[in-house]
């Protein structure tokens, strides 16, 4: 998880970055992997981020890299300081007086050869110098005859008295555990605080499949007398800490006698644990095409912890390999609202599986989904001797490795495991109470554990931002595929997206591009008619499954069938973007523009025919001209009028998700005046099999633009609403529209230069000639 979400990380290249913004410092830390490249940097830049440093009491972390040459004894370049390289070190502990240390808890020593062979050591003669970290040399290696050696310095603080400045240099860098806090201790240090972690840490550990296991892998009562004393002492050092067990009760005493005496030993020990629902019969949600179904199998598991005196208010549940959660399965969150009153949920598949640290929450139909994490147990990891790479890859986890990296990194930690992991050797009661004692041996962490839903209510305080789901392709990722629902293959995703923006021929463009043969687009939205308007808006809540209900595939149709929407107010949505390559990463997008300002009025024209009050009250020249203090409505309406055309910053948006490849850009006047060359260019651009438009566009003199030919002497053109004639746009405004628009239309002239794809419109290079 990216531990400071909230700050930019910039990588420099070989000259500075820009250090200032406005008389004020842009860099809290400077961080060089190479501590050499600091030292050997030519005297001009290496002067100017000294002064820097000093001027703003920013801080410098570097490392030592690994390097052929064999220094012993060398001093470092303009510094008292001398070092030692590519050694073998073992036995590391840390200073406890140190300034630095603040999630990092000087603990014992980690015992034991450090990680690799080309370590640096730092020696000294100013009092400006205080070790962070020592280790000792490896006797194997450098053999002492049994004399005491003194301890190396590995890390080591420059408290700034030499020049000005303060430094932590790390003699290796982030293979060995104990360094990465170091890292982050250092970086609170020298930003003065400013990027530090909370050093709160929630812990939740789900046992699934309560009741579920083959025989031979259940709890027998023995099992279940160690987890609730396992639970007990964690309890002394997690306070609120308990065990939250999920259940499936169709396979309450399935296991052997003495199996089904540990079922009945955790039922006496009801009280003891926290409780949430499984399925019934452990069947993966995403396979039921019937809710009725879905929410009898939940009332089964309901009505058996009612039967058995199980909690039923926990308003936390599990899928059985978090199916029906992400990608999401409608059914499955509305039987969970109406069967279990369902609030949060959790799985370890958003956006994917892996890499661990990206994975995030989101909230959907008012169930929040937190991230969950694995910790190295899995259903058939129930002895030692067959976990993968033994105890030892086992302690490592534990010791410093994922799971302990996983706690550190996590404000809020959801883990998943099995009960088959708490009979047999027990290596989940192990695990965790392990991993609890070294977090405790060597950080400061505060671990407490609360229930499901004030974790989520806290998930999302600390993060807002993960409120909204990002829906992906399942078919893009083979864990997905295999948890969503068969019938939803039968639908296929859109190959194009006609962006807008409004009153640009838009629907001109969908209606001839719906002509070809080898196209289609979706069935129409009851509500929007032929636009979708999936993308931004509150449709995009309503989930994959409703956007894929507009492309079904008929039964001669294939996979490959070239689909397309278009959705005029993609075009500045300021979230779609995102969302669109989330969804559909190789999608072709196709916008129009014409003159913002004739855009602009014709919008105004355009609702103002459609009787809305504000547009029937206020003149044009009054709607773009409102100032923040006019109503809100007001405001709305110029917004909507002058915001869309602002084209190169919305396209700028675009390409910042989509290669300039994939982007098509129509004159929107050439659209109105010769469809059939610029339908002839798209379809090239497309790949599409050629489409004679010439025989199917034809002008019609009464319409006045080009319709759709039928026979010989009938055309079928766009509705009343199209090609409507309006009263000329008054001077006034259309000045004040030249002298609005003209930084956007310079942007869009360099933008569309830089594309080097299209010629600059003539419309744009008249409104661009216009005097003021």
Same mark, same amino acid.
């Given at each position: 998880?990216n531990?400071?979400r909230?700050?930019?990380?910039?990588?420099?290249?070989k000259?500075?970055?820009?250090?200032?913004?406005?008389?004020? *410092?842009?860099?809290?830390?400077?961080?060089f992997e190479?501590l050499?490249?600091?030292?050997?940097m030519?005297?001009?830049?290496?002067?100017?981020?000294?002064?820097y440093?000093?001027?703003y009491?920013?801080?410098?972390?570097?490392?030592?890299?690994?390097?052929?040459e064999?220094?012993?004894?060398?001093?470092l370049?303009?510094?008292?300081?001398?070092? /030692?390289?590519?050694?073998?070190?073992?036995?590391a502990?840390?200073?406890p007086?140190?300034? @630095?240390?603040?999630?990092?808890?000087a603990?014992?020593?980690?015992?034991g050869?450090?990680?690799?062979? #080309?370590w640096?050591?730092?020696q $000294?003669? $100013?009092?400006?110098?205080?070790?962070l970290?020592?280790?000792q040399?490896?006797v194997? #290696?450098?053999?002492?005859?049994?004399?005491?050696?003194?301890? !190396?310095?590995?890390?080591?603080?420059? $408290?700034?008295q030499?020049?000005?400045?303060q430094?932590?240099?790390?003699?290796?860098?982030?293979?060995?555990w104990? $360094?990465?806090?170091?890292? %982050?201790?250092s970086?609170?240090?020298?930003?003065h605080?400013?990027l530090s972690?909370?050093?709160?840490?929630r812990?939740?550990?789900?046992?699934?499949?309560?009741?579920?296991?083959?025989?031979?892998?259940r709890l027998?009562p023995d099992?279940?007398?160690?987890?609730?004393?396992?639970?007990?002492?964690?309890?002394?050092?997690v306070? *609120?800490?308990?065990?939250?067990?999920?259940?499936?009760?169709?396979?309450?005493?399935?296991?052997t006698?003495?199996?089904? %005496?540990?079922?009945?030993m955790? =039922?006496r020990?009801?009280?003891?644990?926290?409780w949430?629902?499984?399925?019934?019969?452990?069947?993966?949600p995403?396979l039921y095409?019937?809710?009725?179904?879905l929410?009898?199998?939940?009332?089964?598991?309901?009505?058996?912890a009612k039967?058995? *005196?199980?909690?039923?208010d926990?308003?936390?549940?599990?899928s059985?390999?978090?199916s029906g959660v992400y990608p999401?399965?409608e059914l499955?969150?509305? +039987?969970?609202?109406?069967v279990?009153?369902?609030?949060?949920?959790s799985t370890?598949?958003y956006?994917?599986?892996?890499?661990?640290?990206l994975?995030?929450?989101?909230i959907?139909?008012?169930?929040? @989904?937190?991230?969950?994490?694995?910790c190295?147990?899995?259903?058939h990891?129930?002895c030692?001797?067959?976990?993968?790479?033994?105890?030892?890859k086992l302690?490592?986890s534990?010791?410093?490795?994922?799971?302990f990296q996983?706690?550190?990194?996590?404000p809020i930690?959801?883990?998943?495991?099995?009960?088959?992991?708490?009979?047999?050797?027990?290596l989940?009661l192990?695990?965790?109470?392990?991993?609890? &004692?070294?977090?405790?041996?060597?950080?400061?962490?505060?671990l407490?554990?609360v229930?499901p !839903?004030?974790?989520?209510? =806290?998930?999302?305080k600390?993060?807002?931002?993960?409120?909204?789901?990002?829906w992906?392709?399942?078919a893009d990722?083979?864990? /997905?595929?295999?948890?969503w629902?068969?019938?939803?293959?039968r639908t296929?995703?859109p190959? %194009?997206?006609?962006l807008?923006?409004?009153?640009?021929?838009s629907t001109?463009?969908y209606?001839?591009?719906?002509?070809?043969?080898?196209?289609?687009?979706?069935?129409p939205?009851s509500d929007?008619f032929?636009?979708i308007q999936?993308?931004?808006?509150?449709?995009?809540?309503?989930?994959?499954d409703?956007?894929?209900?507009f492309?079904?595939?008929?039964?001669?149709?294939?996979?490959?069938?070239?689909m397309?929407?278009?959705?005029a107010t993609?075009?500045?949505?300021e979230?779609?973007?995102?969302?669109a390559?989330a969804?559909l990463?190789?999608a072709q997008?196709?916008?129009i523009?014409?003159?913002?300002?004739?855009?602009?009025?014709?919008?105004?024209?355009?609702i103002? +025919?459609?009787?809305?009050?504000?547009?029937?009250n206020?003149s044009?020249?009054?709607v773009?001209?409102a100032?923040?203090t006019?109503p809100?409505?007001?405001? #709305?309406?110029?917004?909507?009028c002058?915001n869309?055309g602002k084209?190169?910053q919305h396209?700028?948006?675009?390409?910042?998700?989509?290669?300039?490849?994939?982007?098509?850009?129509?004159?929107?006047?050439?659209?109105?005046?010769?469809? @059939?060359?610029?339908?002839?260019?798209l379809q090239?651009?497309?790949?599409?099999?050629?489409y004679d438009?010439s025989?199917? !566009?034809?002008? #019609?003199?009464?319409?006045?633009?080009y319709?759709?030919v039928v026979s010989?002497?009938?055309? &079928?053109?766009l509705?009343?609403?199209?090609?409507?004639q309006?009263?000329?746009m008054?001077?006034?405004?259309?000045?004040?529209?030249q &002298?609005?628009?003209?930084?956007h239309?310079?942007?869009? @002239?360099?933008? =569309?230069k830089?594309?080097?794809?299209?010629?600059?419109p003539?419309? %744009?290079k008249?409104d661009?000639s216009?005097?003021?």
């Open positions: 998880m531990l400071y909230t700050y930019k990380v910039e990588v420099a290249g000259s500075l970055p820009v250090l200032t913004n406005q008389d004020k *410092g842009r860099y809290g830390v400077i961080v190479n050499d490249k600091y030292l050997n030519d005297n001009w830049n290496r002067q100017l981020l000294d002064k440093c000093r001027d009491s920013v801080g410098i972390i570097g490392f030592v890299s690994p390097s052929e064999t220094l012993v004894g060398a001093q370049r303009g510094f008292p300081l001398y070092v /030692h390289t590519n050694l073998r070190l073992r036995d502990s840390l200073n007086g140190s300034p @630095v240390l603040r999630m990092t808890r603990g014992d020593t980690a015992w050869p450090l990680p690799g062979n #080309d640096a050591i730092f $000294h003669n $100013h009092s400006g110098y205080e070790p970290e020592w280790a040399k490896n194997m #290696d450098y053999p002492t005859d049994g004399v005491a050696q003194p301890p !190396l310095a590995t890390v080591l603080q420059d $408290h700034g030499v020049d000005g400045i430094r932590i240099l790390f003699g290796s860098g982030l293979k060995f104990l $360094h990465r806090l170091l890292f %982050l201790d970086l609170s240090y020298l930003s605080g400013q972690l909370n050093l709160e840490r812990i939740l550990i789900d046992i699934d499949d309560i009741f579920v296991g083959e025989k031979g892998t027998k099992d279940v007398h160690a987890l609730i004393a396992t639970q007990n002492r964690i309890g002394e050092m306070p *609120g800490f308990r065990f939250n067990l999920g259940f499936s009760g169709k396979y309450f005493h399935h296991g006698h003495e199996e089904n %005496l540990g079922d009945d955790l =039922l020990n009801v009280a003891q644990f926290n949430f629902s499984h399925m019934w019969n452990h069947q993966q995403h095409d019937n809710v009725t179904q929410m009898n199998d939940m009332m089964l598991n309901k009505d058996f039967e058995h *005196g199980i909690p039923t926990s308003g936390y549940s599990v059985p390999h978090h999401a399965h499955l969150y509305t +039987a969970w609202k109406k279990w009153n369902i609030k949060v949920t370890e598949e956006p994917h599986l892996r890499p661990a640290r994975r995030r929450g989101f959907h139909r008012n169930i929040m @989904v937190l991230p969950r994490q694995t190295g147990l899995f259903t990891t129930i030692i001797d067959s976990y993968p790479g033994g105890r030892d302690d490592e534990i010791r410093g490795g994922e799971l996983t706690i550190v990194y996590n930690n959801i883990f998943m495991t099995h009960m088959s992991n708490y009979g047999n050797d027990r989940a192990y695990t965790f109470e392990s991993v609890i &004692k070294f977090l405790r041996c060597w950080t400061n962490l505060k407490t554990s229930p !839903l004030q974790l989520g209510e =806290l998930y999302f600390l993060h807002p931002e993960e409120r909204d789901p990002i992906g392709n399942p990722d083979p864990r /997905h595929a295999k948890i629902a068969g019938n939803k293959r296929t995703l190959k %194009l997206l006609g807008g923006p409004q009153k640009t021929g001109a463009f209606t001839f591009l719906s002509m070809h043969p080898a196209v289609a687009s979706n069935v939205n929007t032929e636009e999936f993308f931004n808006g509150n449709n995009y809540y309503r989930g994959l409703w956007y894929l209900n492309f079904p595939l008929q039964p001669n149709d294939t996979d490959d069938k070239f397309f929407e278009k959705s993609y075009f500045d949505g979230l779609v973007p995102k969302r390559h969804l990463p190789k997008l196709v916008t523009l014409i003159s913002p300002a004739k855009r602009a009025y014709s919008w105004y024209q355009h103002k +025919a459609h009787g809305d009050p504000i547009a029937n206020y044009f020249y009054q773009i001209t100032s923040e006019e809100k409505a007001l405001r #709305d309406l110029r917004n909507r002058l869309p084209y190169a396209l700028e948006r675009w390409l910042a998700c989509y290669p300039q490849q994939q982007l098509y850009i129509i004159d929107g006047e050439q659209l109105k005046s010769n469809p @059939v060359a610029v339908m002839n260019d090239r651009f497309l790949k599409l099999p050629p438009y025989r199917h !566009l034809r002008f #019609d003199n009464k319409k006045g633009f319709c759709q010989d002497n009938r055309n &079928k053109c509705g009343k609403s199209k090609g409507r309006y009263p000329p008054d001077d006034r405004s259309a000045k004040m529209l &002298k609005y628009y003209r930084i239309n310079q942007a869009l @002239v360099k933008l =569309l830089k594309l080097g794809s299209r010629p600059i003539q419309w %744009l008249e661009l216009v005097t003021s």
